[in-house]
């Protein structure tokens, strides 16, 4: 009879055991929930925290941006949320514009105006400390280095658009070479390098400080046509840029350049390329080996936002094989574009004889590209933040009579351009 009690006993100490076990194991996860909780919470408040430190130290953004070429940016990193609620990619730059203009030509005979639209967006991101790569996209035809521009008309066809930079780029200190199809590197005028113009090859650029003065070296191998069969065509060039003030509110500067065409392929050449340069047996009759020198003064003792500035372009072709070898551009400006409620005036005075330049790359503001004499006028306002109006007189005729073609020799023709444009 004793043992019944002893049985009873040890069955029940046995189920208590086990229910005694789930009670601590359900007390050890509830702290383990608990202390969770608590980790969440503490990150909670310090994402907070640097959100707000982030909003009161970021800078805001430029007023205004003109177009230039990216700098070498900082080293990549993960995005960041940006003052405005965007979120911005460091080492990533991205800019563009925007821009129509209305032109009236008079001729006598054939008076014309039109509409031409000009869209360009470029960016650039900074692989490293050193490396960066960019490109720009821009509207116009993709045969025409000289303009991005696009004639409103054919009953609304779309916009050509195509690629217009891509390059590879590395700074180190005040050295920086270029790969690819890039901006233009050299200091120049429209007379011998249209704004538009990207050249691709190589370009390398130096600049140092010596004293108060500044030494800019410069070079680039162009490629300009490759050929399977033929010789290639292509270009070497260098420039050598000094400036230093001469006063506290003057400086002045001088740069000097040697461009060496060799332009053996021309398979890859059109109507537009070849424009204004005489021609024998379907090539340039001429070599071009161009020596350049440009001059500039400048003096800001006027008014910070009226400075005054003179630039000489002069421009000899050694290869040329008629005595039309020489150029020159002389223009003098006041005020700037900088700021809103910025003016600037200038006016400039040309005469390129028909084989001083190399057409294909020289500018396209008139119908003459080369063999031409020119008075031009400019006026540029500044409204508001990243918005410019320009207004431009160009009055011009043929040099030289004998390479005048179907234009009357002696006639003065004009070109009005009014644009708007909007940048960021």
Do not use: C
Not at 2 to 29: G, V
Not at 66 to 93: K, Y
């Amino acid at each position: 009879m004793q043992l019944r009690p002893l049985f009873l006993a040890a069955t029940a100490l046995s189920l208590a055991m086990p229910a005694k076990a789930q009670d601590s194991r359900l007390d050890a996860l509830e702290r383990r929930i608990a202390e969770q909780d608590r980790r969440i919470a503490d990150l909670e408040a310090l994402v907070t925290r640097q959100a707000d430190l982030l909003q009161r130290t970021s800078a805001p953004a430029p007023v205004a941006s003109p177009p230039a070429p990216a700098p070498v940016l900082a080293a990549p990193a993960t995005a960041n949320a940006a003052p405005d609620g965007l979120f911005r990619i460091p080492g990533l730059d991205v800019a563009g514009d925007m821009r129509v203009r209305q032109e009236w030509n008079f001729v006598d005979g054939r008076d014309r105006s039109r509409t031409a639209v000009r869209a360009r967006v470029r960016a650039s991101y900074a692989v490293s400390d050193h490396f960066s790569v960019g490109t720009q996209i821009a509207t116009g035809d993709p045969d025409d280095p000289n303009s991005t521009d696009v004639t409103l008309g054919n009953f609304v066809d779309d916009f050509q658009v195509s690629l217009d930079q891509a390059w590879i780029r590395y700074a180190n200190g005040g050295f920086t070479t270029y790969a690819g199809k890039f901006p233009q590197q050299f200091q120049r005028t429209d007379m011998l390098w249209d704004g538009d113009v990207s050249p691709q090859g190589v370009a390398a650029a130096y600049g140092a400080n010596i004293g108060k003065a500044r030494v800019d070296a410069r070079g680039l191998w162009f490629v300009i046509d490759e050929a399977s069969v033929a010789r290639d065509s292509d270009m070497l060039g260098g420039q050598l840029a000094l400036s230093a003030p001469l006063a506290s509110d003057f400086k002045a500067g001088l740069t000097g350049s040697y461009y060496h065409y060799r332009l053996g392929s021309i398979a890859g050449a059109d109507a537009g390329d070849f424009r204004g340069n005489l021609l024998s047996g379907g090539r340039y009759l001429s070599e071009f080996h161009l020596l350049e020198g440009i001059g500039t003064l400048g003096w800001a003792g006027l008014s910070p936002r009226w400075p005054l500035s003179f630039t000489a372009d002069y421009v000899h072709n050694l290869g040329a094989a008629v005595s039309g070898d020489t150029a020159f551009n002389l223009e003098l400006a006041a005020g700037r574009t900088a700021q809103p409620g910025d003016w600037r005036i200038a006016y400039n005075y040309s005469e390129v004889e028909v084989d001083s330049v190399l057409a294909a790359f020289s500018h396209d503001n008139i119908d003459l590209s080369t063999n031409y004499k020119l008075h031009g006028l400019g006026i540029s306002h500044v409204p508001a933040p990243h918005l410019q109006l320009d207004l431009l007189w160009y009055h011009y005729r043929p040099l030289d009579a004998a390479y005048a073609g179907s234009l009357p020799p002696t006639d003065w023709l004009d070109r009005i351009r009014l644009a708007f444009m909007v940048s960021f």
